[in-house]
């Protein structure tokens, strides 16, 4: 690795990546052997309102993509509540994302310990692991992982002789996008097609099998045995005002070392891509940043100094979302990015609402015609109306998200799109039209 | 519980906690439009033709399953849901047939309806659509799924109101579509043609088969009655041309019923005209004439006649009975078809005038 002088972050180490290149890292002897479960022993010994407490002092806030405090999220689970649930969410869907996916394989112990402790803490006597199917390793390690914690005794009746149960299980999805959504989860978990609910209630209030449930994402329970061992004082100490903590970033598209980097949230996107990524690929010059995955608004090379924190990213115009960072550099064709972006959460659309079900197949088929030359100049501002229109009208916040890089490309690019329209191919990566006539794209690169 | 005050189009509205805008306006007699909401059914929220500005809220809300609370200030037609409406309705025309001319739901349609009334064209965002093959298999319904807005009315009434759960989504996206049993033809499904899907069918999707062609809503004269099957007493609308029954819909304010029907009331009405019916009296040709009463003979033969010979016929059979093998060989059974009076009367007529306790009813079979 290059020498860090010139980054801010040279004096962080990582803790939820801290095990995973470690041989033999999924283990429980390894986990155990690193000090693995003591967080849980020492949070078994302490009541709950202190762990929450102690939650809401270090400023987590979900790594799910929502963002929203942890801490405030089990506050509000009921007390008296006879039976909770707790809903592990490992759907990782968001293009660009794979670090779940990383900590699940590698370091299931780690979520397995937060997990723990986080239903402890709002009571939850149940465990719901809920994982995408395409994720076989992850399934293999998950299951392997709850066996031995039940064999030693972090898992099951009376834990730690605290008195506490948790049972835990682990049920697979079937790769649907929207299942990542909390509630099309909880849907999907109780065996209904995966659409989103109506909220409120939420699922604080009533949700899998109407039942109060908290749903986290994995590297947000990964953090908490770590808020735990080390004291909210560490985790709050790390980040910026709003965003707290370490962050996995995964950094995917045109650069030279694409991985998972842990690093704190507020670096700079310029660090995480020419520090840590290792630059962009063969020398060539950076266009454009995704931030968060694919549902995060596209930004320009400009912007790559705003720190990646929720706050300061969503002043640029963008989200932080997962985290996932895609570089574009300059032989990308935006057009080209926002139609397929767009095919994808068309492919995913629940169906249930009219705006995502229709319009996203009508601004899929507009920013096709655009790409291939075939549309006129109006239908630049067409796109925009539509994507406009749909924006804010959806029964769930997918629908909205799936017009952001359509209109984020256009607003930041739109001069390839008038190239397009005016020139009928692309002058930017200089091929041809990629997609087949049934809109599926016919092949990859 | 106390009343909730809310301001609706500026209008001062009062209702009760728990209830929605949609609700809350429709007692105040404001129309909010909505395509997948249904008084009769759970709120969707699907449709987000409802929606409705509502200050403190960043974006419009469906009014269908936002609930009210003290203080809350909403606007109906405010530009902006105005045009969101617009757009909603512009992508469902997108991928919906247009030959309103020939539709058998022209005049009853509610997406025909929103679109004129919201000067909604079918051409401004052209693009593919779906052309799936109409299912006929039925005697009583048709199914055309390239007229379905997927509104999910036919999934709520056939799951929640009838608890049959012949109808679901199938597939998701741009191809999500009402499917039945395992989406296969409806004949082959657990449906149980009540017709409540049809009932509430907002478009032309989902048709009663034996009212295609018989008239548009404008030539038809609708009658109330009950139904004259059994003895619940549903309360049904007769959809009449030309003195013919060509349809049937449960009336919403029939106390028994609310609305809805079985396949019998909703679809069975065809026995009114048709030619096996009988309509008058009939009494074997022997009893009227005398003769032989062998199978093979004329005496066999029914001959018309009317009420008065007949019941004088079945009574002088009756007492004839009584009279050589006593009351007792007589037993009566009612129907669950007649009232309570006439249930009632025939309780009389087996006690008192035949003299038996052999009176049963076939509810109880």
Same mark, same amino acid.
């Given at each position: 690795?290059?020498?860090?002088?010139?980054?801010?972050?040279?004096?962080?180490?990582?803790?939820?990546?801290?095990?995973?290149?470690?041989?033999?890292?999924?283990?429980?002897?390894?986990?155990?052997?690193?000090?693995?479960?003591?967080?849980?022993?020492?949070?078994?010994?302490?009541?709950?309102?202190?762990?929450?407490?102690?939650?809401?002092?270090?400023?987590?806030?979900?790594?799910?993509?929502?963002?929203?405090?942890?801490?405030?999220?089990?506050?509000?689970?009921?007390?008296?509540?006879?039976?909770?649930?707790?809903?592990?969410?490992?759907?990782?869907?968001?293009?660009?994302?794979?670090?779940?996916?990383?900590?699940?394989?590698?370091?299931?112990?780690?979520?397995?310990?937060?997990?723990?402790?986080?239903?402890?803490?709002?009571?939850?006597?149940?465990?719901?692991?809920?994982?995408?199917?395409?994720?076989?390793?992850?399934?293999?390690?998950?299951?392997?992982?709850?066996?031995?914690?039940?064999?030693?005794?972090?898992?099951?009746?009376?834990?730690?002789?605290?008195?506490?149960?948790?049972?835990?299980?682990?049920?697979?999805?079937?790769?649907?996008?929207?299942?990542?959504?909390?509630?099309?989860?909880?849907?999907?978990?109780?065996?209904?097609?995966?659409?989103?609910?109506?909220?409120?209630?939420?699922?604080?209030?009533?949700?899998?099998?109407?039942?109060?449930?908290?749903?986290?994402?994995?590297?947000?329970?990964?953090?908490?045995?770590?808020?735990?061992?080390?004291?909210?004082?560490?985790?709050?100490?790390?980040?910026?005002?709003?965003?707290?903590?370490?962050?996995?970033?995964?950094?995917?598209?045109?650069?030279?070392?694409?991985?998972?980097?842990?690093?704190?949230?507020?670096?700079?996107?310029?660090?995480?891509?020419?520090?840590?990524?290792?630059?962009?690929?063969?020398?060539?010059?950076?266009?454009?940043?995704?931030?968060?995955?694919?549902?995060?608004?596209?930004?320009?090379?400009?912007?790559?100094?705003?720190?990646?924190?929720?706050?300061?990213?969503?002043?640029?115009?963008?989200?932080?979302?997962?985290?996932?960072?895609?570089?574009?550099?300059?032989?990308?064709?935006?057009?080209?990015?926002?139609?397929?972006?767009?095919?994808?959460?068309?492919?995913?659309?629940?169906?249930?609402?009219?705006?995502?079900?229709?319009?996203?197949?009508?601004?899929?088929?507009?920013?096709?015609?655009?790409?291939?030359?075939?549309?006129?100049?109006?239908?630049?501002?067409?796109?925009?109306?539509?994507?406009?229109?749909?924006?804010?009208?959806?029964?769930?916040?997918?629908?909205?998200?799936?017009?952001?890089?359509?209109?984020?490309?256009?607003?930041?690019?739109?001069?390839?799109?008038?190239?397009?329209?005016?020139?009928?191919?692309?002058?930017?990566?200089?091929?041809?039209?990629?997609?087949?006539?049934?809109?599926?794209?016919?092949?990859?690169? | 519980?106390?009343?909730?005050?809310?301001?609706?189009?500026?209008?001062?509205?009062?209702?009760?906690?728990?209830?929605?805008?949609?609700?809350?306006?429709?007692?105040?007699?404001?129309?909010?439009?909505?395509?997948?909401?249904?008084?009769?059914?759970?709120?969707?929220?699907?449709?987000?033709?409802?929606?409705?500005?509502?200050?403190?809220?960043?974006?419009?809300?469906?009014? +269908?399953? =936002?609930?009210? *609370?003290?203080?809350? %200030?909403?606007? &109906?037609?405010?530009?902006?849901?105005?045009? @969101?409406?617009?757009?909603?309705?512009?992508?469902?025309?997108?991928?919906?047939?247009?030959?309103?001319?020939?539709?058998?739901?022209?005049?009853?349609?509610?997406?025909?309806?929103?679109?004129?009334?919201?000067?909604?064209?079918?051409?401004?965002?052209?693009?593919?659509?779906?052309?799936?093959?109409?299912?006929?298999?039925?005697?009583?319904?048709?199914?055309?799924?390239?007229?379905?807005?997927?509104?999910?009315?036919?999934?709520?009434?056939?799951?929640?109101?009838?608890?049959?759960?012949?109808?679901?989504?199938?597939?998701?996206?741009?191809?999500?579509?009402?499917?039945?049993?395992?989406?296969?033809?409806?004949?082959?499904?657990? +449906?149980? =043609?009540?017709? *409540?899907?049809?009932? %509430?069918?907002? &478009?032309?999707?989902?048709?009663?088969?034996? @009212?295609?062609?018989?008239?548009?809503?404008?030539?038809?004269?609708?009658?109330?009655?009950?139904?004259?099957?059994?003895?619940?007493?549903?309360?049904?609308?007769?959809?009449?041309?030309?003195?013919?029954?060509?349809?049937?819909?449960?009336?919403?304010?029939?106390?028994?019923?609310?609305?809805?029907?079985?396949?019998?009331?909703?679809?069975?009405?065809?026995?009114?005209?048709?030619?096996?019916?009988?309509?008058?009296?009939?009494?074997?040709?022997?009893?009227?004439?005398?003769?032989?009463?062998?199978?093979?003979?004329?005496?066999?033969?029914?001959?018309?006649?009317?009420?008065?010979?007949?019941?004088?016929?079945?009574?002088?059979?009756?007492?004839?009975?009584?009279?050589?093998?006593?009351?007792?060989?007589?037993?009566?059974?009612?129907?669950?078809?007649?009232?309570?009076?006439?249930?009632?009367?025939?309780?009389?007529?087996?006690?008192?005038?035949?003299?038996?306790?052999?009176?049963?009813?076939?509810?109880?079979?």
């Amino acid at each position: 690795m290059k020498s860090d002088s010139l980054s801010t972050t040279s004096s962080f180490e990582p803790v939820l990546t801290r095990n995973i290149h470690r041989p033999g890292s999924e283990k429980i002897e390894t986990y155990l052997g690193n000090g693995g479960y003591r967080a849980a022993r020492r949070a078994l010994e302490r009541t709950p309102a202190e762990i929450i407490q102690l939650i809401k002092d270090s400023g987590l806030r979900g790594r799910g993509g929502a963002g929203f405090p942890a801490g405030v999220k089990w506050e509000f689970m009921p007390r008296d509540a006879s039976q909770k649930y707790l809903a592990v969410n490992t759907d990782e869907g968001e293009p660009g994302t794979f670090k779940d996916r990383e900590i699940v394989e590698r370091d299931p112990h780690q979520v397995i310990e937060g997990a723990l402790i986080a239903a402890y803490a709002v009571g939850a006597g149940r465990a719901f692991v809920y994982i995408r199917g395409e994720f076989f390793l992850g399934v293999k390690r998950w299951t392997k992982a709850i066996a031995d914690a039940y064999e030693h005794g972090f898992l099951g009746k009376n834990i730690l002789k605290s008195g506490f149960d948790l049972e835990m299980s682990v049920h697979r999805g079937a790769g649907a996008y929207i299942c990542g959504e909390e509630t099309a989860m909880l849907e999907s978990l109780e065996g209904k097609p995966g659409n989103p609910r109506l909220k409120p209630p939420y699922p604080a209030q009533a949700g899998l099998f109407g039942l109060p449930t908290l749903v986290h994402n994995i590297e947000t329970l990964a953090c908490i045995p770590h808020i735990i061992e080390r004291g909210p004082d560490w985790f709050a100490g790390i980040g910026t005002a709003q965003s707290k903590g370490p962050k996995i970033f995964s950094v995917s598209g045109h650069v030279n070392r694409p991985g998972n980097y842990e690093l704190p949230l507020g670096v700079t996107l310029r660090e995480i891509i020419y520090t840590h990524a290792g630059g962009v690929r063969d020398g060539r010059r950076l266009k454009a940043v995704i931030p968060g995955g694919a549902s995060t608004p596209i930004m320009t090379a400009m912007q790559i100094d705003v720190p990646m924190a929720f706050e300061t990213l969503r002043a640029a115009g963008s989200e932080l979302g997962t985290g996932a960072v895609i570089v574009m550099d300059e032989t990308t064709c935006m057009v080209e990015v926002a139609r397929r972006l767009t095919r994808f959460f068309s492919h995913e659309s629940c169906g249930r609402c009219v705006p995502c079900r229709i319009g996203s197949v009508r601004l899929y088929e507009a920013l096709e015609r655009v790409e291939r030359g075939q549309g006129e100049i109006p239908d630049i501002d067409r796109i925009l109306e539509l994507a406009h229109g749909i924006g804010g009208i959806t029964f769930c916040p997918m629908g909205t998200a799936l017009v952001n890089p359509a209109r984020s490309a256009i607003k930041c690019f739109r001069n390839e799109f008038e190239d397009h329209v005016r020139k009928g191919h692309c002058v930017v990566s200089r091929r041809a039209f990629r997609g087949g006539p049934d809109g599926k794209d016919s092949h990859r690169r | 519980m106390a009343a909730v005050s809310l301001k609706i189009d500026g209008k001062t509205v009062e209702t009760a906690p728990g209830r929605s805008v949609m609700q809350a306006a429709r007692d105040a007699g404001i129309g909010i439009p909505a395509l997948c909401d249904h008084p009769a059914l759970p709120p969707e929220g699907a449709c987000r033709i409802c929606l409705v500005e509502i200050e403190g809220q960043r974006a419009p809300q469906p009014a +269908c399953t =936002f609930q009210v *609370s003290a203080g809350l %200030v909403v606007q &109906t037609r405010s530009p902006h849901v105005v045009a @969101a409406r617009k757009l909603v309705l512009e992508l469902l025309l997108s991928d919906h047939p247009l030959d309103c001319l020939t539709c058998e739901s022209t005049g009853s349609c509610l997406l025909q309806d929103l679109a004129y009334e919201y000067d909604v064209k079918g051409d401004r965002w052209r693009g593919r659509h779906h052309d799936y093959p109409v299912d006929s298999s039925n005697p009583f319904i048709q199914v055309d799924r390239n007229k379905c807005i997927v509104c999910r009315r036919c999934v709520r009434a056939c799951n929640s109101i009838n608890g049959v759960e012949a109808i679901s989504i199938f597939h998701r996206g741009f191809n999500a579509s009402i499917g039945f049993g395992a989406d296969g033809p409806m004949q082959d499904s657990p +449906c149980e =043609f009540c017709g *409540s899907c049809v009932a %509430v069918c907002p &478009t032309g999707a989902l048709r009663p088969k034996l @009212a295609i062609g018989k008239g548009r809503p404008w030539q038809v004269k609708k009658v109330d009655t009950i139904c004259s099957y059994c003895g619940v007493g549903c309360k049904l609308t007769l959809h009449v041309r030309d003195n013919r029954i060509i349809g049937a819909d449960g009336a919403w304010d029939g106390p028994v019923n609310r609305g809805w029907t079985c396949v019998k009331g909703r679809f069975g009405h065809d026995y009114v005209r048709h030619p096996d019916r009988l309509t008058k009296p009939r009494v074997r040709h022997y009893l009227l004439h005398g003769g032989k009463k062998r199978r093979d003979g004329t005496g066999w033969d029914w001959v018309e006649t009317d009420w008065d010979t007949a019941l004088e016929v079945a009574a002088r059979g009756l007492c004839q009975i009584r009279g050589k093998y006593g009351a007792d060989s007589i037993g009566v059974l009612c129907s669950a078809k007649c009232l309570n009076e006439e249930n009632y009367l025939m309780n009389k007529l087996a006690r008192q005038v035949i003299g038996t306790n052999n009176i049963d009813h076939c509810a109880r079979l």
